[in-house]
């Protein structure tokens, strides 16, 4: 029985020579109109789809494929015998090949044009082809890219069939292609109609930006905040409050915690029984420069006291996002006209992101299972003489937390469960050690400093590849480590905090942040 291939493309490229080779094998072709011209043109024999439908193309060729015979040739299942009773019985078509590309649609929106342009290359047809044959793969060969005619033709040429792991890649491909049709369309409509929201501008004020809500049950979502005050929420600010809802669901839900974030990482952070002791930590014992103009996140309702606090001494942040806020409170903050505040009860008891994360890199997307891993007592692993204490133990916990949600390289330096100070975003992780340290110490913090880090405990993201960074830490007074090992040079490390009674722990998890 001679093979069918039902060919519908926009992007014509190839579609001649590809549709000779199909027929010098012995392949029958059906095309729609376009196509039907241009090979017709070439001299091939060719099927016109309103033979095989029996229905004229209608509404200027919105409908020209969607029909009961083309959708049940291609979804056929050859190894089913009522399939086959049904096919023969109704006398429809058996299409063994979809070679379909689909309107133009992500370019036609790409230069001006008019909505009813774009509407007219929202292609229905060819994704509906391209779907049932996609599914069908074990019977149906599917080719959305023209860059497949040559793989497709050799392997017909050489095995007579399309291998199976073949036609599964090219489905594989095909369900990719429309589903980056479909959200392209979607973010399309949803920056004009939908639930999209148009940001002052992007990272920055030359670039455009804009806020795509997901449909998602997460309580902690962006969205799910109610704003109590302040203007709309820029770019950057939706980045450091996700790292701040992210840095809270890390601290935990046993103490009231709070965080200050600066440009994607804590700046500030501290647990405590009391909330504004938490907030005091976090602020005053923490990086007060890098907070300024910062994110402050709180697990807990603000009360009038904090509020008075947090207001006091013309410290700026620009953002506020807390559990609650009472009415007193409310009172006291709206004096800060230029603060927003957002409220969310779901942030008492915070649970960790345990969806997907999705960067865009030049040519597509990336994505990864989102960062949960945690870790507790039972995963440090104790590689020096001398032991951690109850307390060190506590604070080297709250280190890794720190470090986790820090941009990498990242060292943090804790005490007392309070982030004193971090040396984030480093291309080497000497100098994140270096800065950490100076940053604890650094008088331009005010006279009133005392994050010193004599005492304290530090915590890396990833291994010390050399012990010249721990040197670093230990000389400035640290007295407990935690990374996660794994460098042909962790001995060199180990003894070097052997050689000055320096507590070393390995977590044997790495935890970088880009």
């Known amino acids: 029985m001679k093979k069918t291939a039902l060919i519908s493309v926009f992007d014509k490229k190839g579609i001649v020579d590809f549709a000779k080779g199909l027929t010098r094998l012995g392949w029958e072709i059906i095309a729609t109109g376009g196509i039907y011209k241009t090979l017709k043109s070439a001299k091939l024999q060719v099927t016109t789809i309103e033979k095989v439908t029996g229905s004229p193309e209608i509404l200027n060729g919105r409908v020209k494929t969607i029909s009961y015979q083309i959708a049940a040739g291609i979804l056929f299942n050859r190894g089913s015998r009522k399939h086959q009773n049904q096919v023969k019985k109704l006398n429809l078509p058996t299409i063994d090949m979809v070679v379909c590309n689909l309107y133009p649609f ?4 790409s230069r001006r044009h008019r909505l009813n342009e774009a509407i007219e290359m929202i292609d229905v047809g060819g994704v509906t082809l391209l779907r049932a044959a996609a599914k069908n793969f074990k019977y149906v060969t599917t080719i959305c890219d023209p860059k497949d005619y040559k793989l497709v033709f050799d392997e017909l040429k050489n095995h007579i069939e399309v291998e199976e792991e073949t ?6 491909k095909t369900f990719g292609y429309v589903v980056r049709y479909d959200d392209t369309i979607s973010r399309y409509f949803a920056k004009r109609f939908g639930d999209s929201t148009k940001l002052r501008y992007g990272e920055n004020p030359h670039q455009k930006g804009w806020f795509h809500k997901e449909n998602t049950t997460d309580p902690l979502a962006i969205q799910k905040f109610k704003q109590l ?12 409050i996700s790292s701040v809802i992210d840095t809270l669901s890390e601290m935990g839900t046993k103490n009231p915690a709070c965080v200050i974030v600066k440009h994607g990482s804590p700046s500030g952070g501290a647990v405590s029984p009391n ?3 938490a907030y005091e930590n976090a602020w005053y014992g923490g990086d007060t420069l890098a907070s300024f103009g910062g994110i402050i996140g709180i697990n807990r309702e603000v009360n009038v006291g904090l509020a008075t606090q947090m207001t006091k001494n013309k410290k700026f942040f620009e953002v506020l996002v807390a559990a609650n806020v009472s009415k007193e409170a409310q009172r006291i903050l709206e004096k800060r006209k230029k603060l927003t505040v957002l409220l969310n009860k779901a942030l008492e008891k915070p649970r960790i992101n345990r969806g997907s994360d999705f960067k865009s890199v030049r040519g597509g997307v990336i994505e990864q299972d989102f960062d949960s891993k945690q870790i507790t007592v039972k995963d440090l692993k104790v590689v020096s003489k001398k032991k951690p204490n109850k307390k ?3 604070d080297l916990l709250f280190a890794w937390k720190m470090v986790k949600v820090s941009k990498s390289n990242a060292i943090t330096i804790v005490k007392n469960q309070t982030l004193i100070s971090s040396g984030v975003g480093q291309q080497d992780r000497k100098e994140a050690c270096r800065i950490s340290v100076f940053k604890a110490t650094d008088s331009a913090r005010g006279k009133n400093n005392n994050s010193t880090p004599v005492g304290a405990v530090a915590a890396t993201d ?15 007074g640290i007295k407990a480590i935690s990374q996660p090992g794994g460098s042909i040079r962790d001995q060199e490390t180990i003894d070097l905090c052997n050689k000055h009674g320096v507590t070393m722990v390995f977590t044997g998890i790495r935890a970088f942040k880009h």
């Open 106 to 109: 992500e370019k036609t929106i």
């Open 167 to 172: 036609k599964a890649r090219l489905a594989s």
């Open 229 to 240: 005050q302040g203007k709309e929420l820029s770019f950057n600010n939706y980045l450091d």
């Open 275 to 277: 909330i504004r002791k």
């Open 392 to 394: 060190q133990i506590e």
């Open 462 to 476: 990833a291994f010390f590849p050399f012990p010249d960074g721990p040197e670093i830490l230990i000389k400035a």
